[in-house]
């Protein structure tokens, strides 16, 4: 059973073109959510972690937002170098502090 | 300050052969994750060490095994190595094993299986 779902599986955009990623969870006491960009044949790197319903974290064109049951990371007027797979995970509520992640948003900025 | 650091790179192995992945993790740093990505999916849990100790197992066979060296480097062990073990091996650090962390993520090892 999936515990994160993000969608659009792909997504093109035309450089300028903003746009909304989104990423729902099913787990239940949530610990915390995390955003991260991997680009082709690379490690995924951290952007943002969320722990609490309503809380909004932003890092020049990204804003990443959570609810109770998903999260949206905003592009706002993307350029090419946006162009990445952005991987959203959540922190179950275990003892130990393991991520599960979704299959990933893949984004193509054309100039 | 060096990030996690993973290697090799690039590692090409045939079937039944056994394969040894190395992690030094962010200066500091006392825990290290594993993970596996098949292409086109998200990472999957393996293990957890925190200050040597197991933490955590994902649901992986007992092909996979894992330890913590006492400078918290780590190592990643596959036995017997079969096609569908062909992936991205990441391995991801954090500074303890508290409530607000956020593990950090090398580069990877792409194993091929062939």
């Known amino acids: 059973e999936d515990q994160v779902t993000q969608s659009p599986e792909a997504l093109r955009l035309q450089e300028g073109e903003s746009s909304s990623l989104n990423c729902s969870y099913t787990?239940?006491?949530?610990?915390?959510l995390f955003w991260y960009r991997q680009d082709p044949g690379k490690g995924p790197e951290f952007l943002f972690t969320?722990?609490?319903a309503g809380e909004e974290k932003e890092k020049e064109r990204l804003k990443a937002t959570l609810t109770k049951k998903e999260s949206f990371l905003h592009i706002t007027a993307p350029k090419p170098e946006d162009s990445a797979t952005y991987l959203c995970?959540?922190?179950?509520?275990?003892?130990?502090?393991?991520?599960?992640f979704g299959k990933g948003n893949q984004v193509v900025v054309i100039p | 300050d060096a990030g996690v650091t993973q290697s090799p790179t690039h590692l090409i192995k045939t079937r039944g052969q056994h394969v040894t992945l190395r992690c030094s993790p962010i200066?500091?740093?006392?825990?290290v994750s594993w993970y596996q990505q098949v292409l086109g999916q998200g990472p999957q849990f393996i293990f957890q060490?925190?200050?040597?100790?197991?933490?955590g197992r994902g649901n992986f066979p007992d092909r996979f095994s894992a330890r913590q060296f006492p400078n918290y480097s780590s190592e990643l062990n596959v036995n017997a190595l079969l096609l569908g073990d062909s992936a991205l091996y990441l391995c991801?650090?954090?500074?303890?094993?508290?409530?607000?962390?956020?593990?950090?993520f090398g580069a990877g090892t792409r194993l091929s299986v062939l």
């Open positions: 995970a959540v922190q179950e509520p275990y003892g130990n502090n393991r991520l599960a």
């Open positions: 787990v239940s006491g949530l610990r915390g």
């Open positions: 969320l722990y609490s």
């Open positions: 200066s500091g740093h006392k825990s």
């Open positions: 060490y925190y200050e040597k100790e197991e933490r």
């Open positions: 991801a650090s954090e500074g303890s094993s508290g409530f607000k962390n956020i593990q950090y």
